[in-house]
């Protein structure tokens, strides 16, 4: 028998007589399989090592993205406190003049929907003169840190130029003016809408934002023309609606109202300028609450900043 | 021919089946991996630097690159003669012994100024002992090399056994086979 018919069998015969040219093949069979053993023996000892020496690494890399995360996270936390604590609440004027109810939701920890309530102390010390506060809501585009930041610049801008001028499209349009350089190189833009309390009527500014007045029965809508800031650098038009005892403002961003259902429907401004419309007699809180569980039932999912403020003039002044 | 004058080039050839050893041992992956293979014209010279560039990767993710790159050499070789020229021009593993005489069979995968191309040349073989000798002055990897000449040895299927030892010198490689 030679070796290659030993090789073929499925099982060792016996006896088993091999010549000495088959036995020599046998042993270097033999000792190659052992080598090609061996070399196989070091490629996956090399292998498996480099394969710890992998997790090791990818064990560290965890660990320092597990503390840079941890910053981040602490970071966000207190971005969050800070941007909540920029959040106004009304002045003694204003709660006397208005009844104002509130929702804010960002959809992130820091967002880039933001309102917020001017005062001119120097017209509001004269008592009753509603000239001196104006209500402002804006939504910047985009989400998280950077929109937030943005955020404070225009906040300080706004409260700024309140002191320099009594008009809503100037201080709309000085704003604008300042800020559009800035916007622009950032590649931000925020939408406005800016709403200054006079004797029995509102004067508005918006540019991108929404707005209605319930007065008596009729129903104004906010003419919504005008440039988001940043946009263009160009004069606001100003409008004015009558704003009497028992009226009610609401201002909203677009986050209600371009959300969709599970089918891709828009819930529509429509939708809630009907809802607002229809509950205007309710205290403001009830019609907030009665907009956002409406949203709520209606959104297949969050997918911007919320905010929807509406207020009533308790007298007239 | 695309490269410039002087310039060290190798077969695309010789370049893809180093690539296609690594990525079939898994040794290169991910985003090294389609960038080893692409753009690879198997049948122009290119530039021996891209073959370096992916022996730099290697050597710089294997502490212990040495039994890598003989494995790589190894698998080289056997896609060389299954898949590629290899069984037209052996027929046994000492006839790839034999096609090294001269550097016969490096001239015909790396070009380049005499300085830098190197040899990698039989010196001696003795089919009846099973012994052989090849100096090599090359500028790849010697690990590489000695699993190239395992590679190639072993590919044709005649032989029980390949042993390629260089400790002593790494330029001279000493041969056993039966």
């Known amino acids: 028998m030679t070796l290659d018919e030993l090789f073929a069998l499925s099982k060792v015969p016996t006896p088993i007589e091999l010549s000495q040219e088959d036995l020599t093949r046998l042993y270097w069979k033999h000792r190659g399989l052992l080598k090609s053993q061996g070399r196989d023996q070091r490629f996956w000892d090399a292998t498996n090592k480099n394969l710890r020496l992998a997790y090791?690494?990818?064990?560290?890399?965890?660990?320092?993205?597990?503390?840079?995360?941890?910053?981040?996270?602490?970071?966000?936390?207190?971005?969050?406190?800070?941007?909540?604590?920029?959040?106004?609440?009304?002045?003694?004027?204003?709660?006397?003049?208005?009844?104002?109810?509130?929702?804010?939701?960002?959809?992130?920890?820091?967002?880039?929907?933001?309102?917020?309530?001017?005062?001119?102390?120097?017209?509001?010390?004269?008592?009753?003169?509603?000239?001196?506060?104006?209500?402002?809501?804006?939504?910047?585009?985009?989400?998280?840190?950077?929109?937030?930041?943005?955020?404070?610049?225009?906040?300080?801008?706004?409260?700024?130029?309140?002191?320099?001028?009594?008009?809503?499209?100037?201080?709309?349009?000085?704003?604008?003016?300042?800020?559009?350089?800035f916007l622009r190189g950032i590649k931000k833009y925020a939408t406005v809408n800016f709403v200054k309390f006079a004797s029995k009527k509102i004067q508005y500014v918006c540019g991108g934002g929404f707005g209605l007045v319930v007065h008596g029965q009729e129903v104004f809508h906010f003419e919504?023309?005008?440039?988001?800031?940043?946009?263009?650098?160009?004069?606001?038009?100003?409008?004015?609606?009558?704003?009497?005892?028992?009226?009610?403002?609401?201002?909203?961003?677009?986050?209600?109202?371009?959300?969709?259902?599970?089918?891709?429907?828009?819930?529509?401004?429509?939708?809630?300028?009907?809802?607002?419309?229809?509950?205007?007699?309710?205290?403001?809180?009830?019609?907030?609450?009665?907009?956002?569980?409406?949203?709520?039932?209606f959104r297949a999912t969050d997918i911007d900043d919320v905010t929807l403020l509406v207020m009533r003039r308790k007298e007239a002044l | 021919m695309s490269t410039s004058e002087g310039q060290l080039v190798v077969m695309g050839a010789t370049l893809q089946g180093f690539a296609q050893a690594c990525v079939n041992l898994n040794i290169i992956a991910g985003r090294e991996t389609s960038g080893a293979l692409t753009e690879i014209d198997i049948m122009s010279f290119v530039p021996f630097e891209r073959l370096r560039e992916i022996e730099r990767i290697v050597l710089m993710v294997y502490e212990d690159s040495g039994p890598i790159l003989e494995r790589v050499g190894f698998e080289m070789m056997m896609g060389w003669y299954r898949f590629g020229p290899g069984k037209h021009i052996v027929k046994t593993g000492a006839d790839f012994l034999r096609f090294q005489t001269g550097s016969q069979g490096y001239a015909s995968v790396v070009k380049g100024p005499e300085s830098k191309v190197g040899i990698f040349r039989l010196q001696e073989l003795d089919e009846k002992k099973g012994t052989a000798l090849i100096h090599s002055t090359t500028p790849f990897e010697k690990n590489l090399e000695r699993g190239v000449i395992i590679g190639g040895m072993t590919a044709p299927g005649d032989l029980d056994y390949v042993e390629v030892v260089n400790t002593q010198d790494p330029q001279w490689f000493n041969i056993e086979f039966h």
């Open chain 1, 224 to 297: 919504r023309k005008d440039p988001f800031l940043g946009l263009r650098d160009r004069a606001f038009r100003q409008y004015e609606i009558p704003f009497v005892t028992g009226d009610l403002l609401a201002l909203y961003t677009d986050g209600m109202v371009e959300s969709q259902d599970a089918e891709g429907q828009d819930y529509t401004a429509r939708r809630l300028n009907d809802l607002i419309a229809l509950h205007a007699d309710r205290a403001v809180g009830e019609i907030v609450q009665c907009c956002v569980d409406d949203y709520r039932a």
């Open chain 1, 56 to 181: 090791e690494r990818l064990d560290e890399k965890e660990r320092q993205l597990g503390k840079a995360y941890s910053i981040i996270q602490e970071d966000l936390q207190v971005a969050t406190r800070i941007q909540a604590a920029l959040l106004p609440v009304p002045t003694s004027i204003m709660e006397r003049d208005l009844e104002i109810a509130v929702y804010h939701k960002q959809l992130t920890e820091v967002g880039g929907d933001y309102y917020d309530f001017f005062t001119d102390e120097s017209e509001a010390a004269d008592g009753r003169n509603a000239d001196g506060y104006a209500i402002g809501v804006f939504d910047i585009s985009g989400h998280g840190v950077s929109a937030a930041l943005v955020m404070t610049y225009l906040k300080a801008m706004f409260a700024q130029q309140m002191l320099r001028s009594t008009s809503p499209k100037d201080i709309v349009r000085s704003v604008n003016e300042a800020a559009f350089d």
